[in-house]
Antibody
Framework: EVQLVETGGGLVQPGRSLKLSCVAS????????MSWTRQAPGKGLEWVAS????????YYPDSVKGRFTISRDNAQNTLYLQMNSLRSEDTATYYC????????WGQGVMVTVSS | DVVMTQTPPSLSVAIGQSVSISCKSS???????????LHWLLQSPGRSPKRLIY???NLGSGVPDRFSGTGSQKDFTLKISRVEAEDLGVYYC?????????FGSGTKLEIK
């Protein structure tokens, strides 16, 4: 059974940093692209970042480019999202997803950016 | 960026009825490999999104065949035949052909 378990969320002040983790199980992790997608409270879905199987290429929307960094450790079956210079508009539930076709989603982790 | 226009924003339907949701993209979603990376997701209340249909018309594993997807290029439709109570939630279309990946604004399905 495919499982994606996100951790690392919480309350953080504007301008500070936070790092999310997603531990994957039930599939061969290094065979798949991985992504992060977020959902602000009561709002729709917004893609945040993607990374190729090997980690050699990464992709971001303009809203987070230069502030967020996606990475992975294929030996540990773990995906990361390093979030710097956080803003109030980054407040959201962050989901780890498998593949570029959004096949599997984790349960999500809440990030609140507030002073 | 590809804009995904999803309609209607909400639907109220009786059990057993059929419904359709439209999703139109601002540019063609056909990738250079010839495939179209348009997907449909359902977010049930309080849950993570779940992918129902991938690449326009392919049913996800375990998804009832009451769900079907059609369309091409820039115009896509999700149809739910014989709606059941468990189908309530918000439906999203999503494209992963072009970066940045983008989503429709969602269609909230309520049961009468």
């Amino acid at each position: 059974e495919v499982q994606l378990v996100e951790t690392g969320g919480g309350l953080v002040q504007p301008g500070r940093s936070l790092k999310l983790s997603c531990v994957a199980s039930g599939f061969t992790f290094n065979n798949y692209w991985m992504s992060w997608t977020r959902q602000a409270p009561g709002k729709g879905l917004e893609w945040v970042a993607s990374i190729t199987n090997s980690g050699g290429s990464t992709y971001y929307p303009d809203s987070v480019k230069g502030r967020f960094t996606i990475s992975r450790d294929n030996a540990q079956n773990t995906l990361y999202l390093q979030m710097n210079s956080l803003r109030s508009e980054d407040t959201a539930t962050y989901y780890c997803t498998r593949g570029s076709s959004l096949h599997y989603w984790g349960q999500g982790v809440m990030v609140t950016v507030s002073s | 960026d590809v804009v995904m226009t999803q309609t209607p924003p909400s639907l109220s339907v009786a059990i057993g009825q059929s419904v359709s949701i439209s999703c139109k993209s601002s540019q063609s979603l056909v990738y250079s490999d010839g495939k179209t990376y348009l997907h449909w997701l359902l977010q049930s209340p309080g849950r993570s999104p779940k992918r129902l249909i991938y690449q326009v018309s392919n049913l996800g594993s375990g998804v009832p065949d009451r769900f079907s997807g059609t369309g091409s290029q820039k115009d896509f439709t999700l149809k739910i035949s014989r709606v059941e109570a468990e189908d309530l939630g918000v439906y999203y279309c999503a494209q992963t052909t072009h970066f940045p990946f983008t989503f429709g604004s969602g269609t909230k399905l309520e049961i009468k």
